[in-house]
T-cell receptor, first 112, second 114 residues
Framework: DTAVSQTPKYLVTQMGNDKSIKCEQN?????MYWYKQDSKKFLKIMFS???????INETVPNRFSPKSPDKAHLNLHINSLELGDSAVYFC???????????FGPGTRLTVT | AQSVTQLGSHVSVSEGALVLLRCNYS??????LFWYVQYPNQGLQLLLK??????LVKGINGFEAEFKKSETSFHLTKPSAHMSDAAEYFC????????????FGTGTQLKVEL
């Protein structure tokens, strides 16, 4: 009964490819997020969705496109992958603004 | 814009010793503050949070943190370190009315030695 799950856990691909990462939460939360953790472990928010509506978009290249088919899912599609996209991507969810965010286990993306 | 500074990217303590991880924030309004822990190859787990109730916040695994507005600090402490506490610790701030956007510090790697 994992709260926030991501697939795949590892993703190795070549430059120029298009890939997707899926995220699902079974907590009934109304807000979901994508974060990027770089090789120095620095975490930065990329997007957030509230009830399927985009509310935060942090100057991420438009090669990154989040899609929220419903409140429980937030997928991340990346076009034309570049070496600099290599990182760990975390999905998270929360209920409202005050409450804490619950993080998924992460997806380690390696672009070769 | 809000920001978080974690002093000391690496902290080493002996087992049984006091753990003190420092966090200072900068925010235009009183923020919400969080400490998260990340074990190797895992996601982030919430240790504790401050959302304007009591300034001394108790969390899981014996950790606690005190919000000090005058010092803009939210340091994390644990009286007695255990080997299992070895991990990366992140302080994060969320500005009220900011859409719950978490801004993280750069993290502190805690090492616990015998």
């Amino acid at each position: 009964d994992t709260a926030v799950s991501q697939t795949p856990k590892y993703l190795v691909t070549q430059m120029g490819n298009d890939k997707s990462i899926k995220c699902e939460q079974n907590l009934g939360h109304d807000t979901m997020y994508w974060y990027k953790q770089d090789s120095k472990k620095f975490l930065k928010i990329m997007f957030s969705y509230n009830n399927k509506e985009l509310i935060i978009n942090e100057t991420v290249p438009n090669r990154f496109s989040p899609k929220s088919p419903d409140k429980a899912h937030l997928n991340l599609h990346i076009n034309s992958l570049e070496l600099g996209d290599s990182a760990v991507y975390f999905c998270a969810s929360s209920q409202g603004e005050v409450y804490e965010q619950y993080f998924g286990p992460g997806t380690r993306l390696t672009v070769t | 814009a809000q920001s978080v500074t974690q002093l000391g990217s690496h902290v080493s303590v002996s087992e049984g010793a006091l753990v003190l991880l420092r966090c200072n924030y900068s925010s235009s309004v009183p923020p919400y503050l969080f400490w998260y822990v990340q074990y190797p190859n895992q996601g982030l787990q919430l240790l504790l949070k401050y959302t304007s109730a009591a300034t001394l916040v108790k969390g899981i695994n014996g950790f606690e943190a005190e919000f000090k507005k005058s010092e803009t600090s939210f340091h994390l402490t644990k009286p007695s370190a255990h080997m299992s506490d070895a991990a990366e610790y992140f302080c994060a701030v969320s500005e009220r009315g900011g859409g719950n956007k978490l801004t993280f510090g750069t993290g502190t790697q805690l090492k616990v030695e015998l």
